[in-house]
Nanobody
């Protein structure tokens, strides 16, 4: 599966952005999807994940209550709605996919075999 992320940009603290990640192929619904982010000088970290059906979602503590992950299997797209953005949310955001037979933890980046190119999110104070 190939992934294409979009929707990043510059926003003031307290603002909102919605990221999109479009997947190619006809088997999108068989993949668990996630968003990770990487700030300058830091390791890539887990942000949110959604199961292949969209029924279960998981969030990093730092974004819980502010970010919402969702997916539209008919459009082969996963979204990340980001509200109440903070300067510390500034990072390159990447979407990732793993086949449903991969049963590792959702927050484990090593378990994801497919990655999008990333989109920059900058939150000004």
């Amino acid at each position: 599966v190939q992934l294409q992320a979009s929707g990043g940009g510059l926003v003031q603290a307290g603002g909102s952005l919605t990221l999109s990640c479009a997947a190619s192929g006809r088997t999108f619904s068989t993949y668990h999807m996630a968003w990770f982010r990487q700030a300058p000088g830091k390791e890539r970290e887990f942000v949110a994940a959604t199961a292949r059906s969209g029924g279960n979602s998981y969030y990093a503590d730092s974004v819980k209550g502010r970010f919402t992950i969702s997916r539209d299997n008919a459009k082969s797209t996963v979204y990340l709605q980001m509200n109440s953005l903070k300067p510390e949310d500034t990072a390159v955001y990447s979407c990732a996919a793993k086949p449903s037979y991969r049963t590792g933890n959702y927050y484990d980046r090593e378990d994801y075999g497919y990655w999008g190119q990333g989109t920059q999110v900058t939150v000004s104070s």
